[in-house]
Nanobody
């Protein structure tokens, strides 16, 4: 099974940007839809954004629309999430996950999960 590793998290001030990366251990990641989720202690896990295997269909949560952009680089076995104009409410552990269906119809689904990368937005 493919393994996923996230990177790019860190601490930034409100209004700044981060680029998160989700890299698969093999090229099989390129056959999956990939979703980015975030977890905050005491709150339900939220699907932030996902992209289908063909990079044709995407999903963004209401809070992500207009600020975040998901894309993929097949040669690098990587899916990225560009996060602009970050807000304190974006603080969370961000985790990527596979969807073997390869499609994005309505929302995001996770099968194989990475361990996550921490994003902290504060002054």
């Amino acid at each position: 099974q493919v393994q996923l590793v996230e990177s790019g998290g860190g601490q930034v001030q409100p209004g700044e940007s981060l680029l998160l990366s989700c890299t698969g251990s093999t090229s099989s990641i390129n056959y999956y839809a990939i979703g980015w989720f975030r977890e905050v202690p005491g709150k339900q896990r939220e699907g932030v954004s996902c992209i289908d295997a063909k990079a044709e269909n995407t999903y963004y949560s209401d809070s992500a629309k207009g600020r975040f952009t998901i894309s993929r680089d097949y040669a690098k076995n990587t899916v990225t999430l560009q996060m602009n104009n970050l807000e304190p409410e974006d603080t969370a552990t961000y985790i990527c996950a596979t969807d073997v269906s390869g499609v994005v119809v309505n929302g995001c689904w996770g099968g194989i999960w990475g361990l996550g990368t921490q994003v902290t937005v504060s002054s």
